[in-house]
């Protein structure tokens, strides 16, 4: 009987984990949206540097990540009053609070990062990551694996997140 109620509980706590990620978003909320950083781990990456195309990409990604939060009801503000800083700042997806500080600074009450990582021309990984940036509560957050490097297959992996993650619950 005990062997049943320790599997019962480590099966269901990945079910509880996601179930957090499922609260209500804040309709109209205001969003802190530090863009998407791409790294490039990639051999290719090493010996070429940086491609045009990726970069496009990436901008790409920011601009349709923009339009949804907005058509969904939230508004994404100006980062202009932190832009010396974020300028400062690697990847802040991964700058130990500093995206929320930043966020915090611009009156936001979400912070949103994303990033995209390419293994190689055929693989690469997106995430994208929500916050309250009162509490520092992940809110919402996803990684997808996308195969082939083109728009139609980073947007395809952004619109995935979009529409089974980030506005599931709306």
């Not at 930043?102 to 693989?123: P, R, T």
Request: aromatic share 8%; glycine share 6%; proline share 3%.
């Amino acid at each position: 009987m005990q062997r049943i109620l320790m599997t019962l509980c480590l099966l269901l706590i990945p079910a509880f984990a996601m179930a957090a990620l499922d609260k209500p978003l804040m309709p109209g909320a205001r969003i802190a949206f530090f863009g998407m950083t791409f790294i490039d781990t990639s051999t290719e990456g090493a010996y070429d540097g940086v491609r045009a195309d990726q970069t496009a990409r990436t901008q790409l990604l920011e601009e349709e990540v923009r339009k949804r939060f907005a058509e969904k009801g939230f508004r994404i503000i100006e980062n202009d009053p932190v832009a010396d800083e974020l300028r400062t700042v690697t990847n802040p997806a991964h700058c130990y609070g500093c995206e929320r500080r930043m966020a915090a600074e611009l009156g936001a009450d979400y912070v949103l990062v994303g990033e995209v990582q390419k293994v190689s021309n055929l693989i690469l990984s997106m995430n994208l990551v929500l916050r309250d940036v009162e509490s520092g509560e992940m809110l919402r957050g996803l990684a997808v694996d996308i195969r082939s490097n083109t728009d139609q297959s980073w947007l395809r992996g952004l619109n995935y997140i979009l529409k089974n993650h980030m506005f599931k619950k709306m």
